[in-house]
């Protein structure tokens, strides 16, 4: 009977360590979407030639990285996290002094370079995502982009190279 109890009263005690474990992944999942989802966004805003709205979008995505309660609870990774989340911030604090569509295509490497590292690191399971390359942007170095569409829309160049770019891997 004393067993019982001592494994009943294990069970319970760590019933809220379990639903704490459950909370963080839910809020993870969440924020990675979100980030995703915005990011997208930005890219399509910059395919499209359409500055105050990649404005827009480029500034909902940095008050997910700079306000998600997730970004202050990583424990098990924490330096690792901390130097990802470094050079994010200072990204995204590119983009957002942007006066131009073009300064803001010269934040998208940059984002896409964090942004990629994350999706592969903690895994997105919400759709197929691509990311592409143009060889001629970022001065003729060539920079990448993610996307939720195989086809090509070059975020880079917009409507001047719609379709310059190839895709160099597919993260699903």
Known sequence: MKYYIITLLAFFISIPNIQAQEHNEHAHED?????????????????ADNFEEANKRISNFTKEVKTSEEMNEHTEHQEMHEAHHGKMLAAIEIAVAAKNIEELRGSLEAITTELVTAV????YDKSVLFVQFCPMANGGKGAKWMSNKEEIQNPYYGKKMLKCGSTDKTIN
């Open 31 to 47: 924020h990675l979407t979100i980030l995703v989802n915005e990011y997208l966004a930005f890219k399509d805003a910059l395919v």
């Open 120 to 123: 592969e690191n903690q895994g």
